[in-house]
């Protein structure tokens, strides 16, 4: 079976430092890898996403970068942290050319 | 560009009551309509899809092409359908566009 780990849980920076959030999936080959912010009044953003090893799509312009060193990996960083940067950050996969989303469990990012 | 629109931030309903989550959508193209839900602590996950015009836990949703609508229904709430409702949309590339979400809550 797949599944999909998002590490780490919670997170506390201070404004300025790096940023690496790390996805990673098992069970499957070639998945489409997906980050979304998830905050209050705002839904579920569409940050990047990724059809293959180093193919990132971004949706909007920001402070962050994604990065896909392998396939079933999928990274979100920042070099420095801005305190809008703060908010619930989710990891997703799915099949190539199925819409089905499998998230993961969170990081709750505290920009501080 | 693709985008949708959820009007309802909150939806507050009686038990038995029937509920209606609006969902409208922006898309040139031919749309795929989906709605997921996040229950309390659990991860967000798919509810029900358009294309497969089924029922899941009672919610039915019919995508109108001329309303740019997929308005999520259920004719008889029920307390455990409290939770976080997001619709979504794919266009044409392997992205999903989420709304900003409904959290529906059904009182007792």
């Known amino acids: 079976s797949q599944t999909i780990h998002q590490w780490p849980a919670t997170l506390v920076q201070p404004v300025g430092s790096p940023l690496s959030l790390e996805c990673t999936v098992e069970g499957t080959s070639n998945p489409n890898l997906y980050w979304y912010r998830q905050a209050a009044g705002r839904g579920l953003q569409l940050l990047f996403y990724s059809v293959g090893i180093g193919q990132i799509s971004s949706e909007v312009p920001q402070n962050l970068s994604a990065s896909r060193p392998q396939d079933r990996q999928f990274i979100l960083s920042s070099k420095k942290l801005l305190l809008s940067d703060s908010g619930f950050y989710l990891c997703?996969?799915?099949?190539?050319?199925?819409?089905?989303?499998?998230f993961g469990s969170g990081t709750q990012l505290s920009v501080l | 560009a693709q985008r949708v629109t959820q009007p309802e931030k909150l939806l507050s309903v009686f038990k038995g009551a029937p509920v209606e989550l609006k969902c409208n959508y922006s898309y040139s193209g031919s749309p795929e309509l989906f709605w997921y839900v996040q229950y309390s602590r659990q991860r967000l996950q798919l509810l029900l899809r358009?294309?497969s015009r089924e029922s899941i836990k009672g919610f039915t949703a019919d995508l109108n092409k001329g309303e740019t609508s997929f308005h999520l229904k259920k004719p008889f709430a029920q307390e455990e359908d409290s939770a976080m409702y997001y619709c979504a949309l794919r266009g044409g590339s392997e992205k999903l566009v989420f709304g900003k979400g409904t959290k529906l809550t059904v009182n007792p």
């Open positions: 997703a996969w799915s099949r190539a050319g199925n819409e089905k989303l499998f």
């Open positions: 358009h294309i």
